[in-house]
């Protein structure tokens, strides 16, 4: 992640060199990406570059790391603790939909978010943004288990089996959407992360647990 000093820079100038390299790696990925058209976007030198950060690879990881944070900010996911049995998937839709809306704007952390599966193909990438993947796999495994504190999530499957099967439906997910994004209309993006989600409750909750006759 990014040096301390980067964090005392000017928020704007932090902006700036943010968008920069977002808009190369969501543009080229990883391994095609240049420091050089980084630092000319962002009007600073490459030695101001690793001033903050120790290398490419670093570069991507916090602009990965902040890329994540911002969606979820804008998005308004729940703290884990506030989440109701009664009220659990509905803010689980209610994210999704807000998703839509997010997912529409030209912001840089937008941008590299729609390219991040495509990203994640490349082996230095998958590297650069394993921090990222952990503190997703965390939260998401929080949200699990508040749900089966709840009794809302089903407990008669291993909580990392569940976990792993939910993450990899939700990549699945992400990716065929992200290839398709420009060409689906608003109602469609809107029905098909709605189905996603129902698609997951059926997975997941506690009601489904036992086989049905």
Same mark, same amino acid.
């Given at each position: 992640m990014?040096?301390?000093?980067?964090?005392?820079?000017?928020?704007?100038?932090?902006e700036e060199i943010l968008a920069a390299a977002a808009a190369e790696f969501a543009a080229r990925g990883f391994e095609s990406a240049s420091l050089n058209r980084i630092v000319a976007r962002a009007g600073t030198?490459?030695?101001?570059?690793?001033?903050?950060? !120790?290398?490419? &690879?670093d570069l991507l990881a916090t602009v990965a790391d902040r890329a994540v944070r911002r969606v979820l900010a804008e998005t308004e996911f729940p703290a884990i603790e506030s989440l109701t049995k009664e009220g659990y998937w509905e803010r689980v839709?209610?994210?999704?939909?807000?998703?839509v809306r997010s997912l529409e704007a030209d912001t840089w952390y937008i941008r590299l978010m729609r390219?991040?599966?495509?990203?994640r193909? !490349?082996?230095? &990438?998958?590297r650069a943004t394993a921090g990222v993947m952990d503190w997703s796999r965390d939260l998401t495994r929080a949200f699990l288990q508040r749900g089966q504190e709840l009794g809302t999530v089903r407990t008669d499957l291993p909580l990392e089996l569940m976990l792993v099967m939910f993450l990899a439906a939700d990549e699945a997910g992400d990716r065929w959407?992200?290839?398709r994004w420009p060409h689906l209309s608003e109602t469609e993006k809107s029905d098909l992360l709605d189905a996603r989600v129902d698609f997951a409750r059926d997975m997941l909750d506690a009601r489904h647990m036992g086989w049905e006759p």
């Open positions: 990014a040096r301390p000093r980067f964090e005392k820079l000017d928020p704007r100038r932090q030198s490459k030695g101001a570059l690793y001033y903050y950060f !120790e290398d490419k &690879a839709r209610e994210v999704s939909r807000r998703s390219a991040f599966w495509r990203l193909e !490349e082996e230095a &990438a998958r959407m992200m290839d």
